[in-house]
């Protein structure tokens, strides 16, 4: 399933977006501890294409697209938000 | 030698929409226009719904005969131009040479001392795979037609090589409408001939086709034989518009002149900003009539003096519809078309015949319009006549189509 998702990120000087904080909406935080992979991916899972960032979040690897200007995630039904 | 590679999103419209809903994706699809406005016909479809023999153009009814349970998604045209965008990105990491051939076709050189053509090909085609979640099937050739046959040859989501060593095995015995530009009417002229593939087409006396068909004669043998040495063009050239038009079917026929006039007043509108944003005037003034029967003719004449002067071109629209329609049906569908342009600033020679200060202050009239629609949208002047029918008016050609088909030539 497709989840937009609230997202804090960096610009940095050379026009790098990079994701740091995912916002949940019930007020919790998920700082992103490192962005591994940056590509252009389609997400077949979720339903959208754009650009996909390999996040490690508290030892788990999550992706985060970035499509246009919406942030999602693929969120299985059965997992547990974070 | 030239590589040319020929890329072709399949069933683009369906395999976005398929994309964005997981759900459908197994399921036939057909994207299809607005029935209840009626513009309900098939757009495109995906596989599953090709397998259903559901064809491009055919009306959604027709289309759930074939297959009830097809589903028919709206099209987004926003999110295609999008998509088109992205498979530019991609080729342009392999070339400079793009020349698109409408959204979802393009054709790319990729010549070089040690250009592999095929692979290349394969990795764009898993790029826009991985990247863009659609597929493409790509032809490779050493000219732009064959190229174009190849990426027809084997979809979805693959490569045709044909070389100069084996097109005479591929490309020949295909049928000779699969050649780019042999539509209904030169196939029957073809089959007349007794020429049904291309090879029999290649084999042709060239003497034989040019009394047959002009100087399309030549083309058809260039094409057939493998000759064409048209050139991809380049990433930044745009290529000169040739014509601008707009056409509708309208919410519901028209009954009589009124009606008609109506709907050109909104096509030419539009017809007429888009043709002052390219600086351009044109020379020659068409419109297409459909009557409710589907049957539909076009009728064309040439401007005593080139104009991008709205008024001028719905009085010429006009003109020519009176002078063809008898009415004895009402009408489903029109359309406009300009042609024969030229650049605004070129200069030309007044008349006495026609009232040149007048024409200015139409000209002066038009650009203030521009202005006002272009800040506060295409609705904010009209002219009162449209009011008499506000919903059969309501429609707005010019924000609501920007892909416009192209010409090879």
């Not at chain 2, 009306?59 to 349970?69: E, L, T, V």
């Not at chain 2, 999110?79 to 979802?104: A, H, K, V």
């Not at chain 2, 015949?353 to 904010?380: A, H, I, P, T, Y």
């Amino acid at each position: 399933m497709k989840q937009y998702i609230s997202v804090t990120a960096k610009f940095d000087a050379d026009g790098n977006v990079i994701p740091l904080c995912i916002n949940w909406d019930d007020g919790r935080h998920f700082p992103i501890d490192r962005v591994t992979d940056v590509r252009y991916a389609a997400s077949l899972k979720a339903g959208g294409a754009g650009i996909r960032y390999t996040c490690r979040i508290q030892s788990h690897e999550k992706y985060i697209f970035l499509e246009e200007n919406r942030w999602f995630i693929e969120n299985d039904k059965t997992e547990k938000a974070g | 030698m030239r590589t040319i590679l020929h890329s072709d999103c399949n069933g683009f419209y369906a395999s976005v929409e398929c994309l964005y809903n997981p759900d459908i994706r197994n399921k036939p699809v057909a994207v299809g226009g607005d029935a209840d406005k009626r513009h309900g016909i098939i757009l495109a479809k995906n596989e599953p719904a090709k397998a259903y023999h559901i064809k491009t153009g055919e009306a959604i009814w027709q289309a759930r005969q074939k297959c009830p349970d097809l589903v028919v998604v709206p099209p987004h045209f926003d999110r295609y131009m999008r998509f088109s965008r992205m498979c530019r990105r991609i080729y342009s990491d392999y070339t400079d040479r793009i020349e698109n051939f409408g959204l979802d076709e393009a054709w790319l050189d990729v010549s070089g001392n040690d250009a592999d053509g095929e692979a290349i090909a394969h990795e764009i085609r898993n790029r826009i795979k991985s990247e863009l979640g659609i597929t493409v099937s790509i032809g490779v050739s050493f000219n732009k037609i064959f190229a174009k046959l190849g990426s027809d040859y084997k979809k979805p989501d693959a490569v045709t090589v044909i070389s100069r060593e084996n097109f005479r095995e591929i490309v020949w015995p295909l049928p000779a409408e699969d050649l780019l530009y042999v539509g209904r009417s030169t196939k029957r002229k073809l089959n007349r001939l007794g020429v049904y593939t291309i090879g029999e087409l290649a084999a042709f006396p060239l003497p034989a086709l040019r009394s047959n068909f002009g100087k399309w004669g030549d083309v058809l043998y260039t094409f057939s034989n493998g000759y064409d040495n048209s050139p991809v063009m380049h990433a930044d050239e745009s290529s000169a518009i040739k014509s601008i038009g707009n056409s509708t079917t309208a919410v519901r026929d028209l009954e009589n002149n009124e009606d008609v006039k109506m709907i050109f007043m909104v096509l030419c509108d539009s017809v007429c900003r888009r043709l002052r944003e390219q600086g351009a005037k044109a020379g020659v003034v068409a419109i297409s009539v459909r009557d409710k029967d589907l049957y539909s003719f076009t009728r064309q004449k040439k401007l005593f003096s080139a104009t991008d002067i709205t008024g001028e071109i719905l009085d010429t629209a006009m003109l020519l519809f009176r002078e063809n329609y008898d009415w004895k049906k009402s009408i489903r569908s029109l359309g406009v078309n300009v042609s024969d342009l030229s650049p605004a600033d070129s200069p030309t020679q007044m008349t006495l015949l026609l009232d040149e200060r007048r024409r200015e202050r139409m000209e002066q009239l038009d650009r203030s319009l521009d202005g006002l629609k272009r800040r506060f949208g295409s609705f904010c002047v009209r002219p009162a006549t449209l009011m008499k029918d506000p919903v059969l008016s309501a429609f707005n050609p010019k924000e609501e189509h920007v892909i416009h088909p192209v010409g090879y030539f």
